[in-house]
């Protein structure tokens, strides 16, 4: 049974830092996309960053541009989002995702990937 499980999430003033991790279990996803994607009250799902199955390619969304990294451990089957210079606007709760899709080296879109754990809340206060 394969399962996500992202921590790290909490209660930050805004200019602050949080690391999220997502550790994946029941099978590797070295050879798979992964991405993080956020969704505030109201809001839909959107992307917050991907990542190639060798971190060698990343994308970034505009908003989170020069503030957040994201990378990746195949050894660990982990994939982290480091998040500095937090915003108010950032809060929401984040979702780490796994793509079985082939043929790109990341992926933008909810629908574009199969699994997804369960999400943890961050808060950023102003």
């Known amino acids: 049974q394969v399962q996500l499980v992202e921590s790290g999430g909490g209660l930050v003033q805004a200019g602050g830092s949080l690391r999220l991790s997502c550790v994946a279990s029941?099978?590797?996803?070295?050879?798979?996309?992964m991405g993080w994607f956020r969704q505030a009250p109201g809001n839909e799902r959107e992307v917050v960053a991907a990542?190639?199955?060798?971190?060698?390619?990343?994308y970034y969304a505009d908003s989170v541009k020069g503030r957040f990294t994201i990378s990746r451990d195949n050894a660990k089957n982990t994939v982290y989002l480091q998040m500095n210079s937090l915003k108010p606007e950032d809060t929401a709760v984040y979702y780490c995702a796994v793509s079985l899709r082939y043929g790109r080296y990341y992926y933008t879109a909810a629908y574009e990937y199969e699994y997804w754990g369960q999400g943890t809340q961050v808060t950023v206060s102003s």
């Open positions: 029941g099978r590797t996803f070295s050879s798979n996309a």
């Open positions: 990542i190639s199955w060798n971190g060698g390619n990343t």
